[in-house]
């Protein structure tokens, strides 16, 4: 399996803040990755597809980038409805896999 | 709109099989444009895939870690798809997620989650 090791696990951060995530894929998944918001009870919401495009509806503070090995998710200037957790997710290769996960937190 | 609802019991018996269906409305689960596919998270863990099925239900792919206990069918009648966990373990407690993502991209389309609970 192709393991996705995210950083940090979590992270505080402030309104305004701008905040990097990390995904490091064990092998070359090429751009098949896609980053994911999960707030408490709620099902994923995908933000970025195809490692930097941002999927429609998404504010344009979320962006992704990378290819390969290392993918990073930032958010700039978050606002309070960030506060969230976030997953990055390989679709290159079954089984898809996916990081641990960050919690943004104040 | 695409919508996925996932329905059945909450509450699973250990050694029992799990089953849920997922209800697709606003698009038809033959199109062959699209997998669809379940993802789990056990509580306070990482979401973890399932497997996921093609072209209502001609092709699947299932996690290995499940070690054979899983499969999936589908319902082109009903637009439905199905998932079936045998020998439950408190392990397989979980929320899981119904989904859909087009060939060569991730899941856009999620379920709201249904938890199932294995315990006796």
């Known amino acids: 399996d192709i393991q996705m090791t995210q950083s940090p696990s979590s992270l505080s951060a402030s309104v305004g803040d701008r905040v990097t995530i990390t995904c490091r894929a064990s092998?070359?998944?090429?751009?098949?990755l896609g980053w994911y918001q999960q707030k408490p009870g709620k099902a994923p919401k995908r933000l970025i597809y195809?490692?930097?495009s941002l999927q429609s509806g998404v504010p344009s503070r979320f962006s992704g980038s990378g290819s390969g090995t290392e993918f990073t998710l930032t958010i700039n200037s978050l606002q309070p409805e960030d506060f969230a957790d976030y997953y990055c997710l390989q679709h290159n290769t079954y089984p898809h896999t996916f990081g641990q996960g960050t919690k943004v937190e104040t | 709109q695409v919508h996925l609802q996932e329905s059945g019991p909450g509450l699973v018996k250990p050694s029992e099989t799990l089953s849920l269906t997922c209800t697709v409305s606003?698009?038809?689960?033959?199109?062959?444009?699209?997998?669809w596919g379940w993802i789990r998270q056990p509580p306070g863990r990482r979401l973890e895939w399932i497997g996921n099925?093609?072209?209502?239900?001609?092709?699947?792919y299932y996690n290995p870690s499940l070690k054979g206990r899983v499969t999936m069918s589908a319902d082109t009648s009903k637009n439905q798809f199905s998932l079936k966990l045998t020998s439950v373990t408190a392990a397989d407690t979980a929320v899981y997620y119904c989904?859909?993502?087009?060939?060569?991209?991730?899941?856009?389309?999620w379920g709201q989650g249904a938890l199932v609970t294995v315990s006796s």
């Open positions: 606003g698009g038809f689960i033959n199109n062959n444009d699209y997998y």
């Open positions: 099925i093609f072209y209502g239900g001609t092709s699947t």
């Open positions: 989904t859909r993502r087009s060939t060569g991209s991730s899941s856009d389309y």
């Open positions: 195809a490692a930097s």
């Open positions: 092998q070359d998944i090429r751009n098949d």
